[in-house]
């Protein structure tokens, strides 16, 4: 069997064992298991990546059967090694087995320890479908599959209403995005007769620039886009989604599901090419969904709620890179914000701990004696997704920024002004959390400690990756080496093509966005660690519009679910009840009468029994009489 096709079945194995037997084994178990099971198909994957690099970077097709045929069309359920299912698939497995680990320590106390191992592993399982996919069909189910454990997942403490109505909003809201997707899908398979990704991409490139075809499907795949990675106008569910517990923050809403709709675009890329009214759209909508994001996150004071719409603002600038045609730069932030991402998710995971599950900045402080690990990677955090030299954010963001800058210098102002106020809501964060006293309570106080050895690894280990790991792909301007990308073979001369900008120019840039990263840097220092301002609740002008998030749940509860209620209680009233339900009724009341009367001749009654006996005899006579004189 190819090594490929156990990458996802480890998982799935570990899904079943721990959803099935998970209540009657130990929790070490449970946790080995799960982890395991990760671990295991990160190996695979690693030796899958060797492999494909020593035979020359050749993508794969692994069957594993057929699937559906439709017509002449044969779908079958196979999986496409290359350079993006690589990098992807590393991803997935990588990270998401350091947060296996970290969860066996910060999860150990919870009733339902093997349950969420299980919801973990199966959704890793759908993640891998995604991203491993030979067609759009394969990819659509495992889109699906993220989607449904997402919901297990943000509302596993199903027993608080609040989580589970998170959950029940992130579940609707990327269904709005996963209609436009399949109506996509629809369109596609008409035009194309196949969803096979060779077969799709084949026949696009023969369609000319501008085909109104290609133009529906990029739009509808878009818009499935915008649901999953959390963009205008369906953003709102992720910051709720850290109802969950902060693994799954970490997982889900960093690393991998909120991905998934930049993998599809890249994956697509051939097809969005053929689109640049896609293209622009995609572009405008990263960059105003950045700003807003950023703008909110500036204000908020739940450790957690901040990492949030800091993900939906550094997803934001993805799609604006996405939307200028420059997919590796994409690509490549991708992949550093998953290790920054995870890492200050996890970060604030121990913070959590330590502080007896409080989740608000402005009861913290002076942390960083007590949890000197958490403290020493949590400012690598900070300091990669700020873009500080030379840490992998400062690689990924400015090669982004140079690409859009090179595209459009609207875009390019607003990108750098979400970048720098990046910097400014990240040390705020930091400050309050870990600089000057403690602010808790003296309960708080008194159990104060640093998180296990399964917590901290995980830690030190995304730490690296997170200084480091923006040597993955040096950039143009970092003294004159030509940058390298994996995905180069995969997007051959794609940007390169279009990139005229001057050494000189790039130097600029990358000056720029270093000193408006320091100096939000120092504003932050300046306000929350010298001043030590303490946020309020009570906030004015433009504040109160941040502190609000823009009202934006507001908006959709007028303009949109009071409206559907109005009307669903309109149809319930003169359809159900006054039509439907008499109808009904009037069936049931028929039977009721019809039983009671029947039931008279089973009920015992000798005086009914031989009042039957002479109507029967009576009714037998005049039969024979009315045949006899007939």
Not at 94 to 115: A, T, W
Not at 274 to 295: D, Q, S, Y
Not at 587 to 609: D, R
């Amino acid at each position: 069997m190819n090594l490929a096709l156990l990458i996802p079945v480890l998982p799935l194995i570990g899904f079943v064992i721990n959803g099935l037997f998970g209540k009657n084994i130990s929790k070490s178990t449970v946790g080995l298991i799960g982890s395991g099971t990760i671990l295991g198909a990160f190996i695979c994957t690693a030796i899958v990546f060797i492999n494909f690099v020593n035979n020359g970077s050749v993508a794969t097709e692994v069957k594993a059967f057929d699937w559906l045929v439709i017509g002449d069309t044969t779908l079958s359920f196979s999986f496409y090694v290359d350079q993006l299912s690589l990098i992807m698939m590393s991803l997935v497995t990588g990270v998401g087995f350091l947060i296996h680990l970290y969860s066996i320590g910060y999860m150990h106390d919870d009733e339902n320890y093997s349950r969420f191992f299980a919801y973990l592993n199966l959704f890793v399982f759908f993640m891998l479908l995604l991203v491993m996919a030979d067609n759009y069909l394969v990819l659509f189910t495992g889109w699906e599959g993220v989607g449904f454990c997402s919901y297990l997942l943000i509302g596993f403490w199903y027993k608080t209403p609040e989580y589970n109505d998170a959950a029940k909003k992130a579940f609707i809201m990327n269904r709005i995005g996963d209609l436009g997707f399949i109506l996509g899908l629809f369109l596609m398979f008409s035009e194309f007769g196949s969803l096979q990704f060779t077969e799709v991409f084949s026949d696009a490139s023969q369609y000319s620039e501008g085909n109104p075809a290609i133009l529906g499907i990029t739009i509808l795949l878009f818009i499935g886009a915008t649901g999953k990675s959390a963009q205008l106008p369906l953003f709102t569910w992720l910051p709720d989604a850290m109802a969950g517990p902060t693994p799954v923050s970490a997982l889900i809403h960093a690393a991998t599901m909120v991905t998934a709709g930049i993998y599809l675009i890249v994956r697509s890329h051939i097809l969005f090419d053929l689109a640049p009214e896609t293209m622009c759209i995609i572009a405008w909508v990263g960059a105003i969904t950045a700003l807003v994001a950023a703008t909110i996150a500036v204000v908020q004071n739940d450790i957690k709620k901040v990492l949030a719409y800091s993900t939906v603002s550094q997803l934001g600038l993805i799609f604006v890179a996405l939307g200028v045609g420059a997919y590796t730069s994409a690509m490549f932030h991708l992949l550093t914000h998953a290790f920054f991402k995870a890492l200050l998710f996890l970060g604030a995971g121990s913070v959590i701990h330590a502080m007896s599950g409080e989740q608000d900045i402005r009861k913290m402080g002076g942390l960083k004696k007590v949890l000197p690990i958490t403290h020493i990677t949590f400012v690598i955090g900070c300091l990669a997704i700020s873009g500080i030299p030379f840490f992998s954010g400062f690689f990924s963001k400015d090669e982004m920024l140079a690409h859009v800058y090179n595209d459009s210098v609207p875009l390019w102002i607003i990108a750098s002004g979400t970048s720098a106020l990046t910097a400014f809501y990240m040390f705020r964060l930091y400050f309050l959390t870990f600089s000057n006293g403690f602010r808790g309570t003296e309960h708080q106080k008194h159990h104060l400690h640093e998180s296990p050895s399964t917590m901290t690894t995980p830690l030190m280990v995304l730490a690296v990756l997170a200084a480091f790991g923006g040597g993955l792909g040096l950039p143009m301007e970092l003294i004159g080496i030509e940058h390298a990308h994996f995905l180069e073979n995969f997007l051959p001369g794609l940007e390169d093509a279009n990139f005229d900008l001057s050494h000189e120019t790039e130097i600029f840039l990358m000056l720029g966005a270093v000193a408006l990263a320091v100096g939000s840097w120092l504003f932050a220092k300046k306000i929350y660690k010298e001043n030590q301002t303490i946020p309020s609740d009570n906030v004015t002008g433009i504040q109160k519009l941040f502190a609000g998030k823009y009202f934006l749940d507001e908006i959709y509860e007028k303009a949109i679910i009071r409206p559907f209620q109005l009307l669903g209680n309109a149809l319930y009233i003169f359809i159900e009840e006054r039509l439907i339900d008499p109808v009904v009724n009037a069936f049931g009341t028929l039977s009721i009468k019809k039983g009671n009367f029947v039931k008279q001749l089973q009920q015992g009654n000798t005086g009914f029994y031989i009042f039957g006996i002479v109507a029967g005899v009576v009714l037998i006579l005049v039969a024979n009489y009315l045949i006899w004189f007939r």
